[in-house]
């Protein structure tokens, strides 16, 4: 389950809860601007991809918020044009995504303990499984 403890984001200095997704609604008051906004946004980054839930609502994951943040900070704050903030968000370097993932590995290593599954094991195992079958 979940923790409701709220995470900060850097751009903007603000929080964002722990959920897995958000409404347009919610993204709207997180980041203090209208949901006409959001949307044309989506239409200008397109790394700003909401999934759409069955009943056609947009759910915007957590990157989508933190995006969308940071966005709000170049052209609010910065005043980049969408043009010029586009462009930052593309040629953003790719050391903080390595960042990210790292950090995503010491959580995964301090969930599964330092000893994770032997992947390569599994996966010999599994070859194994599938030359039976054939």
Known sequence: MQSSAPIAVNPAKQEIPDKLYFRIGDV?????IKPYVLR??????PAISPKKSGTNQRLYRRKDVELILEIKHLLYEKRFTIEGARKAIESRPKAAAAAKRASKDVKQTTLFGASGPDLESIRDELQDILSLLK
């Open 40 to 45: 044309y946004w989506e239409t200008e980054f």
């Open 28 to 32: 709207s008051r997180l980041a203090g």
